[in-house]
RNA sequence: GACGCCAUCGUCUAGUGGCCUAGGACAGUGGGUUUUCAGCCCAUUAAUCGGGGGUUCGAAUCCCCCUGGCGUCACCA
């Protein structure tokens, strides 16, 4: 059975970097028809923050990243590693130093693991280790005393985690062996790496999930960008010749599509550079495959519902292929729902073209974008205005902008009676 | 510094001895479509596979050394 876990600590809002190993054990855990577990390791008070627990929850419910069973949390469960020590040191494995239990580890020999990423032997001699605390002298366990005894307990087959915690290794499989017990598998994951090659974290400037999901990102687009981070289907789809991955598409992957087919053996083992630049790319293309319907209410809610529904749906065909995050979405449309107050070129002067443009359109008994479209291209004409000159100042004066959606449409789902109100405002300037 | 991990275009990567004068994607550049901006389409720049030795008829692919990057060295996790 496999049964795996994430165990984040409440220091901080999680980021690209420690949300894709949770999207990493999940995949391994769905993929093997295990388990997911969550705990959160809070045995450290000084570096506690308040909110981010609750952070972790929000963040993997809103991935679609749920956990199996309950959240085990560590500060509750104090006693059992209380009892743990004493174990050991009934044992003569540990020892108690300045009100701390200290764990001591072999001084000769080696100890060593087959890791799962890159499928090779990590070893390292013992007589480069060091005795470690176990249990801190305010009665709470260290990281790596915890860690152990809740994987124990909590029967996790596979401990899939980042890199970091390579050289802290031997001192779990030390601990393992003092208990009697036989470890799980380990699997170590190459650590993301910022713009500037050192580790994603938090104190670094590293955007937190909550970030990017206020920008406008999908959660989709996260997922699958989280997973191509060091991982791709290498599969054979028909028609390919000679190798994987030549066709863009295979990039553009579901979670469903993940689950069927996440090995652990294809993880790479190298250290991948997060760029925003893919990311963005990548959300945009989720945009555009989106359903109107879809992308209606993502919008909506993105909002928080404070702009009105129907009109987001009408809009959102103009400007799907136009954005890349959601929060561009108001930048385009916002003169939908408010007249332009200020305007990106100067239309004073031209009152006469829009006194032309407002008879033209009052004239309209069809008041829809191909009829716009044609009158408007007849006045044009008809004053001599080149097409590109004449539709950049309507355009202006509709929306207060030099970049807009498709301008006749956006003149439809606008109204006439917007429209000509708006017409009639230029004239004044 | 010690220990450990890693090493193909700027970035993500394909590649497990001959299909590679190294393929794709993102980014960049040029062009086309065009009532703006996107999108779409086409083209294109970019890696002597970190360097040096081997092994082999043949190496990006196997071995060794060097170098570089990153990680860990807490009563943090």
Redesign the pocket.
């Known amino acids: 059975m496999v049964r795996v876990r994430i165990?984040?600590?409440p220091?901080g809002i999680p980021h690209i970097g420690n949300t894709r190993t949770a999207l990493f054990n999940f995949l391994f855990a769905r993929r093997n028809n295990g388990e997911f577990l969550l705990r959160i390791?809070?045995?450290?008070r000084?570096?506690f923050v308040p909110e981010s627990e609750k952070a972790i929850y929000e963040i993997l419910e809103w991935l679609g990243l749920k956990w199996d069973g309950k959240v085990i949390k560590?500060s509750q469960r104090l006693e059992i590693y209380k009892d743990h020590a004493e174990q050991l040191l009934k044992k003569g494995s540990a020892y108690k130093?300045?009100?701390?239990i200290h764990f001591e580890m072999p001084r000769t020999g080696e100890t060593s693991w087959d890791?799962l990423?890159?499928n090779?032997?990590?070893?390292?001699?013992n007589e480069?280790q060091?005795d470690?605390?176990i249990i801190?002298?305010?009665g709470?366990?260290?990281?790596?005393f915890?860690?152990v005894v809740d994987d124990h307990l909590m029967e996790i087959s596979h401990v899939i985690r980042g890199?970091?915690?390579?050289?802290?290794t031997p001192k779990h499989i030390q601990l393992y062996k003092a208990f009697g017990w036989s470890p799980p598998d380990f699997a170590?994951l190459?650590?993301v790496?910022g713009p500037?090659?050192?580790?994603l974290s938090t104190m670094h400037g590293a955007k937190s999930i909550l970030d990017f999901r206020k920008e406008g990102f999908l959660k989709e687009a996260l997922l699958n960008y989280m997973a191509?981070?060091?991982?791709?289907f290498?599969g054979q789809m028909e028609n390919e010749?000679?190798?994987?991955?030549?066709?863009?598409e295979r990039?553009i992957m579901s979670l469903d599509f993940m689950i069927l087919f996440f090995e652990l053996k294809?993880v790479?083992?190298?250290?991948?550079?997060?760029?925003i630049?893919?990311l963005?790319?990548?959300n945009?293309?989720y945009i555009?495959k989106s359903q109107i319907s879809n992308l209606k209410s993502q919008i909506w809610e993105y909002l928080d519902k404070k702009y009105p529904v129907e009109t987001i749906g009408k809009t959102a065909p103009l400007i799907k292929?136009?954005?890349?995050k959601l929060s561009e979405y108001l930048l385009?449309c916002d003169f939908f729902f408010k007249e332009p107050e200020k305007y990106e070129i100067d239309l004073s002067g031209k009152k006469e073209m829009f006194r032309n443009i407002e008879i033209a359109l009052e004239n309209l008994t069809e008041w829809d974008e191909i009829g716009?479209?044609e009158h408007?291209?007849k006045v044009a004409k008809d004053i001599g205005v080149k097409?590109?000159e004449f539709?950049?100042l309507?355009?202006v004066a509709v929306t207060g902008?030099?970049?807009?959606?498709?301008?006749?449409e956006s003149m439809e789902i606008l109204g006439k009676e917007k429209v000509i109100k708006r017409i009639k405002k230029v004239q004044n300037l």
């Open positions: 165990a984040p600590s220091t390791e809070d045995t450290d000084a570096r560590q130093k300045e009100g701390a890791d990423i890159g090779k032997h990590i070893s390292f001699k480069t060091e470690f605390v801190k002298s305010d709470f366990p260290t990281y790596n915890a860690n890199e970091e915690f390579i050289s802290s170590h190459q650590i790496l500037d090659r050192a580790q191509l981070l060091g991982w791709r290498a010749e000679r190798t994987p991955y030549v066709f863009p990039e294809d790479n083992t190298t250290s991948p550079i997060f760029d630049k893919k963005e790319w990548m945009g293309m555009r292929d136009r954005i890349k385009l716009i479209g408007m291209q097409n590109r539709f950049m309507l355009r902008k030099k970049i807009s959606p498709p301008l006749n």
